[in-house]
């Protein structure tokens, strides 16, 4: 199945942000975007294994604004 141009640049969008909040973390850090926290079945399992969610707001490099990330704990 072809991709369209849309879901193409939503894809490299998705790998940039990705890329992006990976350089946030240190060796012993786990960090999420908002709608990666906000997916139902991440929830179930966050609240199921009751890790802690810290809010940043992040200047993520190639991104026009702060972005809302959460460490994991």
Do not use: C, H
């Amino acid at each position: 199945m072809p991709v369209s141009f849309s879901q193409e640049f939503a894809l490299d969008q998705a790998v940039n942000i990705a890329a992006r909040v990976q350089s946030l973390v240190d060796s012993r850090a786990i960090f999420a975007t908002k709608s990666v926290v906000e997916n139902s079945q991440v929830s179930k399992m966050l609240e199921a294994s009751k890790l802690k969610l810290t809010e940043q707001a992040a200047a993520l490099r190639g991104a026009a604004d702060r972005m809302t990330v959460y460490q994991i704990l």
